[in-house]
Each structure stands twice: as C-alpha cells, then as structure tokens.
C-alpha cells in the first residue's frame, strides 16, 4: 500500500512570495490532515477535510493560508505571502473515516520542510 | 480543552538501559491516546494507540504504554533501549468528538548513549 506522498520535500522562498504544497493521501482515505510542525515543538493542526469539504480549518490563518481538497483526493496547501514565522515543516496526513472506535490512525507523509529567508 | 504534556524535552540513556518517556493529558471526556516516533526528516510513525479495552498497550519496536486514568499519564517505556531507537517522540491525544484530529505533545528528543 502506498504512502502518504507530499511535494516538494524542501522550499527556500523569501518572505512576501507565495509557496504551495502538495498532497496525495492514501488511496480510499477519506480525512485528510495539514499540520504544521515547528522546529522544537509538535505539529498543530492547520486543518481537516472529510472527502472535500471542510471539518475543521479553525487554526489557519486565513489571512495568508489556504487550502483544497478538489474532488476529495489530492490538496494543496498555500501561503501568500509567506512570513519568516511560517518556516516549519508541512506535514499531511491521512486517515480512512472519521467516527466510530476503529480506524483512528492517521497516517503521514515525510513533509515538506518550508524556510523562509 | 484537551492538551498533553511531556515532561522532559530531551531523555538521555545508555544502550541497554530502560527507556521512560512520560505523558499527561488533560481531557473532560475519555480520550483516545497515541505515541508517535519521529526520525530525522522523516514522517510520522505510529507506534502504539489505546482507545479503550486493556490499559497496558504494545507496540512496535519493544514499545509499551499503560493508560491510567487516575493520573491522567500515558507513559512510554522500553526496557531495554537500542541505539537505533534514539528520534523525536510524540504523544497525543483525541478527544471523541468526531473529528479526531490529533493534538499533539511538544516532543521529547530521546538519545542513545553507546
């Protein structure tokens, strides 16, 4: 079974630019995650979706963050424009449902590591 | 409010020596609870859950945890620690609401002393 699989790996962009991340979740998956890890402190929920709408985006700033889920498979998550705060690494993850005591796993992709210079 | 907290942010052991990584957690409702391993520019990676039944949990790797409810902690150990088992380890938490979106510990960093 495939992974998780984000791009890129690694973004150098200068503060003010725009940058956009991409994720593929695990085949049938229908909860997709963005969480942003911080170096030092554990990943923080941007935002969820269930197939592609939106469960729960109440920590993205929403000023300069965006994200989709066309279709329910694939997201993108953007920044524009990018602020030296918002250097961490993007992490994406996927889980096969929400509700009920099974399946509460969530799987996550290698991430993207954002520095913004 | 949920939250989770692990004390200690760096744990040092010798190979051989037994591994504790603790955890608390604060939830109103009984929560879910999950320890997550790091490694370096890696993802990542489950490596024990409760949710409800048995309070003693077993991973992968030699991985254990105990749920106890009474003092709120999920604790992780190891008996025996393997250099290859020194990475960032996180715990965390759901709360059954549904949405179970992860909230996570701030990480402990464990090394491994040859």
């Known amino acids: 079974e495939a992974g998780v699989a984000q791009s890129p790996r690694y973004k150098i962009i200068e503060k003010r630019q725009s940058v956009a991340f991409w994720c593929n979740p695990i085949?049938?998956?229908?909860?997709l995650y963005w969480y942003q890890q911080i170096l030092g402190q554990g990943p923080k929920l941007l935002i969820q979706f269930q197939n592609n709408g939106v469960v729960d985006d109440s920590q993205l700033p929403k000023d300069r963050f965006s994200a989709e889920r066309l279709k329910g498979v694939d997201s993108t998550l953007k920044i524009q424009p990018a602020k030296l705060e918002d250097s961490a690494v993007y992490l994406c993850a996927s889980s096969p449902r929400t509700g009920g005591r099974l399946n509460t796993e969530a799987f996550f992709g290698q991430g993207t590591r954002l520095t913004v210079v | 409010a949920q939250s989770v907290t692990q004390l200690g942010s760096h744990v040092s052991v010798s190979e051989g020596a037994l591994v504790l990584l603790r955890c608390n957690y604060s939830?109103?409702?009984?929560?879910?609870l999950f320890w997550y391993v790091q490694y370096p520019n890696q993802g990542l990676q489950l490596l024990l859950k409760y949710t409800t039944g048995a309070t003693l949990v077993k991973g992968i790797n030699g991985f254990e945890a105990e749920f106890k409810k009474s003092e709120t902690s999920f604790h992780l150990t190891k008996p025996s620690a393997h250099m290859s088992d020194a990475a960032e380890y996180f715990c965390a938490v759901i709360v059954d609401t549904g949405r179970r979106a992860l909230t996570f510990g701030s990480g402990t960093r464990l090394q491994v002393q040859p």
């Open positions: 939830s109103s409702v009984p929560p879910y």
């Open positions: 085949s049938g998956h229908a909860t």
